[in-house]
């Protein structure tokens, strides 16, 4: 069974920072992994999808990595800002299936 | 731009009330899924649906039905709302296939008293 975690739980750095965020999970079958943003009381906004057979995406200040034979995935944010501050989700699309299976999540505080 | 909708922000309901929560996607998306969120939990996939009329069952289904009538929209009912139903409720799409990306609509806090 797929088990997404995600570590740290809640981190706090301050503004200017440069920031990575883990993501691991126990089977390497997968389609693809996505990030995602969720802002308080908000629903899920989507910041980068890696599929199975590429390395890494970018997208302005956050890169994405994946090296899915070893089951780890990393978000890097560059120069963090105050409006970065939110929850970040890993989740991971098995094959086989329809299912896309989340971590917890990692709380991020950036201060100003 | 996808766009999944929500149809409510926040909903409170009775005890033992029928609760339709509704979800419209405008990108022609295959899939759409329900999911509830709560702390310490995570998502938790409740139903999911590849196709109109199809429907398959989540991790949490019990107490749950859907209904696909239209490729745009999917709707989550609670046939008799309990309080350990109070919950954020999201609603995804995509489009089928493996490298598709899953978009997300705004989320509804239901709360049942």
């Known amino acids: 069974k797929q088990e997404v975690t995600q570590i740290p739980a809640a981190l706090s750095v301050p503004e200017g920072e440069n920031l990575v965020l883990n993501c691991s999970f126990t089977?390497?079958?997968?389609?693809?992994l996505q990030w995602f943003r969720q802002d308080p009381g908000k629903g899920l906004t989507s910041l980068l999808l890696?599929?199975?057979?590429?390395r890494e995406q970018t997208s302005g200040r956050l890169n994405a990595s994946l090296d899915k034979s070893s089951g780890r995935s990393t978000l890097y944010i560059a120069a963090s800002q105050p409006g970065d501050s939110a929850t970040y989700l890993c989740?991971?699309?098995?094959?086989?299936?329809?299912?896309?299976?989340f971590g917890a999540g990692t709380r991020l505080f950036v201060k100003a | 731009d996808v766009k999944v909708t929500q149809s409510s922000r926040y909903l409170v309901k009775r005890t033992g009330e029928k609760v339709f929560l509704e979800c419209v996607q405008d990108?022609?998306?295959?899939?759409m899924f329900w999911y509830r969120q709560d702390p310490g939990l995570g998502l938790r996939l409740i139903y999911f649906?590849?196709?109109?009329?199809?429907?398959e069952k989540g991790d949490i289904p019990e107490g749950y039905s859907v209904s696909r009538e239209k490729k745009e929209r999917f709707s989550l009912i609670l046939e008799s709302a309990s309080t350990n139903q109070t919950s954020m409720y999201l609603c995804?799409?995509?489009?089928?296939?493996?490298?598709?990306?899953?978009?997300f609509g705004q989320g509804t806090r239901l709360t049942v008293v």
């Open positions: 890696i599929q199975s057979s590429q």
């Open positions: 989740a991971v699309l098995n094959t086989g299936g329809f299912k896309t299976i």
């Open positions: 089977d390497s079958a997968i389609y693809n």
């Open positions: 990108m022609d998306h295959e899939n």
């Open positions: 649906s590849y196709d109109v009329k199809m429907k």
């Open positions: 995804a799409s995509s489009l089928m296939g493996r490298d598709t990306e899953a978009f």
